[in-house]
């Protein structure tokens, strides 16, 4: 396990040398200049290429490429091009306003995807199966930064029940754990549960139906084991599978939403990388998308852990 | 009981009290808040926020009045004058009195400390960021001087009477509150994110809060050298998402925003807030090529293409937030002048001049025009320009869009037409700001501003308009200057050097307990005029 452990950890470094150098060629290749989050498009030819000089944005690919990658390794991501903030400073605040948002929403879409999933797969077929499975196809179904629009309509401008955007009355910099600030959180993490509480319903009930049909059910019936005794069963086989996908719908919710990011104006890593995308803030785009990415990662390894954790005959390394 | 029950109504009541004491919060349009320490970025959004606001110039401008068009007084120095013996000289004669946000005092060295920031390299404060964002602004200030504690000298490149109105953009933040961070940080560059921070100008407020991306907080300065603010507190918000800013609108969270959609207005009138607007010195145009193959180098075609558009037609999709332009700046202004060819709607004079040029139904001509789909200050540019194609469909012309992102556009059009950049394009859509002269016009219309050089895109190259440019930089009295600046725009017009659409009118959407707030024609506004009830 040790050996399976490293190893993986091991296989991180390929991975974050591959996603740091896809992220800067695709900027490179993508249209636009780096130039003009720094220099406004009315700057005059000489301004800009002595911006550029001193930005090190004159040197070829490849040296540029190295000189970041060369950074990354001491541990600095480089300072952003709009603003000259250190990356990581931005990035960090950002991280932690999407890991608020991605807990929340994930709480909400696991516990009701994994209700409705078993309440689908142990009544198949019934109307319980048939609300459960339209509930689900709806939450992949609905784009969410449409529903998020609509909850604002309905609970922000309508009702005025909840605030429509930001990270709390002032900003999420003093966020604490109050109504005042959770407010603000309800209606983005209402949105983004959506399509994980679809994913994760019809997961949880494709698994427990095979489960219920297999014969071990009907045994432990037999022997006279009834409701919360099968169920615990149940659970036990279906948690490995159901934890995978849960993991990967919550590495999704980590990467944040630039949608519903801007929907809400919530400051986290989505719509980081929104305004670093149009500015083509090259530092900040590279610098989050490998964190998002190394998050990732490390999110498949915690799951791979707790499978085989849960599941003594998934044998790993 | 009585005693408790006013006990919870004063509490209840505390915080109202409290947001009656005058703060204001600001949905902007960025997506970040713009530099605070003292070159804002974020386009003139960030001047009107964290630069106004925050810092003064030697210069500004006249945000005071809706009904005349804006134009430059005095800011940080009271009078200034050319040196008739050598005309790349200034002199500016600094107010007195004046202190930082950290009790400094302002003076020459300040003033000569911050014309360094962006044009010496070698100055220990020297900022490469800064550079990007103010020289482009100021392109012939090459060094100042000190002549005492209160004068200092400006050297131009060239005789430039444009100076004091290019000098608005440079603003003047504190040396000795740069130099007391110096200590504790280990480069300018960190230095400089400290000072943005915490920053240190002149201006009416002063910044008390700024969380990177989500806002900041400036209060009153009771030590303004001019007319003290009216509110205790600005709270400024990035709201890049227009459904996000009209929400948070209607939901109270804020104010006031910037740019309300135009299909939210009528639900943000009808929710009883004020829509505010006015005529906004910015220009949305096609801008022509004038190369060899360009069928737009002919003045009949470009004529031709102005007359037949239906400005009105645009201003109705629009929900009336525009004003069309028949020039780079509107009628009335200084810089107007008496163009003989007069922009309307007239399709048979359209038709004529399109025939004399050689196009007809059997060689219809053919445009290529490169667009974005979105954009600062681009307004509604697909359906505007879906419109436009419509337009010019009654006349024989076909047009043909060349979508580009935004950002890869202002690359374009930094190349010129001649570039391969601009596949073929006969005009490119990009809207501009005509607040000063060499914005407005220079820019466009002097051939040593042809592309890669600034934005003379088209490649245009008339020396009749280069010798009314030489004299425009020329003439030293203001009158004269406006004057010249007038005959520049004039012939410009008279020559459909432009094919003029729209100007901006700023829109803003408003509480009504706002009161006090003065729309400008101007891309500012002054912050310390308005109040909240």
Known sequence: ?317 | MLRRFLLAACAVAMPLAAQAQGTLRIGMTAADIPLTHGQPDQGFEGNRFTGIPLYDGLTAWDLSAADRASVVIAGLAERWESDPADRTRWVFHLRRGVTFHDGSAFNADAVVWNVRKVLDREAPHFDPRQVGLTASRMPTLRRAERIDDHTVALFTSEPDSLLPINLTNLFMASPTHWERLRTQHPNAEATWNAFAANPSGTGPFRLTRFVPRERAEMTRNDNYWGTRARLDRVVLLPIPDANARTAALLSNQVDWIEAPSPDAVPQIRSRGFNITQNLQPHVWPWQPCFTETSPLRDVRVRRAINLAIDREQIRTLLGGLMVPAVGTVAPGHPWWGNPSFRIRTDLPEARRLLAEAGYNAQRPLTLRVQISASGSGQMQPLPMNELLQQQLRAVGVNVEFDTIEWNALFTNWRNGCAHASARGAHAINVSFAAMDPFFAMVRFWDSKMAAPTSNNWGMFNDPRFDAMVAEARNAFEPAARDAALARLHAAGVDEALFIWIAHDVAPRAMSRRIQGYVQPQSWFVDLRLPSIQ
């Open chain 1, 1 to 317: 396990m040790f050996f399976y452990l490293i190893r993986r950890v091991l296989y991180a470094i390929p991975i974050a040398l591959a996603v740091g150098f896809v992220c800067f060629m695709l900027v490179q290749i993508a249209p636009g200049d780096p130039i003009n989050a720094i220099a406004p498009p009315d700057a005059p030819a000489d301004v800009v290429e002595s911006v550029r000089r001193d930005y090190g944005l004159d040197k070829p690919l490849a040296i540029q490429f190295g000189i970041w990658l060369m950074k990354v390794v001491q541990g600095d991501l480089g300072r952003s091009l709009a603003t000259g903030r250190p990356v990581w400073s931005d990035l960090s605040s950002a991280i932690s306003n999407t890991l608020t948002l991605a807990a929340f929403a994930s709480l909400i879409g696991f516990v009701i995807g994994a209700i409705l999933g078993g309440l689908a797969g142990t009544f198949r077929g019934s109307i319980i199966d048939r609300l459960a499975v339209t509930t689900a196809v709806a939450g992949v179904s609905i784009p969410h930064y449409w529903l998020g629009m609509v909850l604002v309509v309905i609970f922000s401008v309508q009702y005025n029940m909840l605030p429509a955007m930001g990270a709390g009355p002032g900003g999420s910099a003093d966020w604490v754990w109050d109504w005042e600030h959770f407010q603000h959180l309800i209606l983005p993490a209402v949105t983004l549960s959506v399509i994980p509480m679809g994913i994760v319903t019809r997961t949880v009930r494709g698994i427990v139906a095979e489960i219920m049909n297999q014969e071990f059910i009907t045994a432990l019936k037999g022997k006279g084991l009834t409701g919360w005794g099968v169920f615990g069963h149940v659970v036990k086989n279906a948690a490995p599978n159901v934890l995978a996908v849960m993991g990967l719908q919550l590495g999704y919710l980590m990467g944040g939403s630039i949608l519903v990011e801007t929907v809400f104006s919530w400051p986290g890593t989505g719509l980081l990388l929104n305004s670093a995308i149009f500015q083509r803030d090259l530092p900040v785009l590279q610098g989050t998308i490998l964190v998002l990415a190394m998050f990732f990662v490390i999110l498949n390894l915690l799951v791979d852990l707790m499978q085989t954790a849960l599941d003594p005959r998934i044998k790993r390394g």
